[in-house]
């Protein structure tokens, strides 16, 4: 067992077990779809009867048997940019969500007359329970389990119009930017299209704090703590830097300080 996981981990192995398993799925549902139908149509009466061909479920379903393994390899592409959130999921599912009703509408005026408004009315709630239970089996599968010990050294950022890595012991302090977070060096400042949490998720926790609900700080680059008469201050850094201190994260900086 531990073999097979370890090969379908390889990318090519894992892309050809994505689209085996994609093919043995929706072969299966589609049979069942047809036995079901010729089943109703057997025991009903005639003027009851369905009457579509046994080949009709086949052409309903056959995109999700190339969506759902480019769902999966979309994925697994957001799990390697680090973008596993609701922001990586939308953009991901919402381009198969809207592949999938406008093969339908079009499928069903040009084979079965029907109006298009209906066909997304009806079939809107199915693909998208398709992509949600395709998503569950990514999870289940696939997605690598986050481990709040495991860190990473390097942190792949923004710098120019290029990416390179900053080893995150490099990291003196991180300020929240909207939908981006300055990270800054002793000699340099990165973006990173991310939040403050998710980034806090792989620093050492030993090593760095959020002192205010915008900035987290490398505890090993503190020069002085200047403190205020409202009881919030400010943190000198050694790069020269100056970050803000609230109030609710003082006595959690202080204690490490002193530990």
Known sequence: MYGFNAQIQKPKQRLKYQCLLSTIIWTVIILVLSCISWVH????????????PIWWSLQEWCLWYLLTPITFAL????????????????????????????????FDVFVYQDPILGTLVYFAPSHLLILYISTLLWHKLWKTPEKVSSHPAMLLVDQGKHKTLLPMHDIVSLSAASNYVEIHSPSNTYIKRATLKDLMQKLPPNLYIQCHRSHIINLSCIKHIERKP?????????????????????SDVRSLCAG
């Open 75 to 106: 994925l697994d592409k957001l799990q390697q940019l680090n973008l596993v959130n609701r922001k990586g999921y939308f953009t991901t599912l919402l381009p198969m969500y809207c592949t999938a009703m406008v093969y339908q509408a079009i």
């Open 230 to 250: 409202s009881g919030s201050g400010l943190i000198h850094l050694n790069n020269g830097h100056v970050v803000p201190l609230s109030k609710r994260y003082y």
């Open 41 to 52: 149509d057997l025991i009903v009466a005639e003027h009851d009867r369905i009457d579509d």
